[in-house]
Nanobody
Framework: QVQLVESGGGLVQAGGSLRLSCAAS????????VGWFRQAPGKEREFVAA????????YYTDSVSGRFTISRDKAKNTVYLQMNSLKPEDTAVYYC???????????????WGQGTQVTVSS
């Protein structure tokens, strides 16, 4: 069992930056891909970014490509999502998830965190 805890959310003005962290406990991330998803009020959860265990495969959804960067620190058992040039439409609850396969679909991930709120004001 892998427990995931997100942190780093908050309120930021448009154009600002935040760095989200996803820390694993219980078991390590060893061998797992990690994805970030988000869900805005009244909308379905959507894929944001994902990284495989060796960090040589990374995917972003088009709307965040060039603004967000996903990375992982194996020694710290933590995955990060650096978010720059934030826009009001980035406002959502952000979730990290871990799974054995890498992809943009929620069903590909077995373990989920509780989420962290990101609010971008205009």
């Amino acid at each position: 069992q892998v427990q995931l805890v997100e942190s780093g959310g908050g309120l930021v003005q448009a154009g600002g930056s935040l760095r989200l962290s996803c820390a694993a406990s219980g078991r390590t991330f060893s061998g797992y891909a990690v994805g970030w998803f988000r869900q805005a009020p009244g909308k379905e959860r959507e894929f944001v970014a994902a990284i495989n265990w060796s960090a040589d495969r990374i995917y972003y959804t088009d709307s965040v490509s060039g603004r967000f960067t996903i990375s992982r620190d194996k020694a710290k058992n933590t995955v990060y999502l650096q978010m720059n040039s934030l826009k009001p439409e980035d406002t959502a609850v952000y979730y990290c998830a871990a799974g054995r396969s890498l992809g943009p679909l929620s069903k590909e991930y077995d373990y989920w965190g509780q989420g962290t709120q990101v609010t971008v004001s205009s």
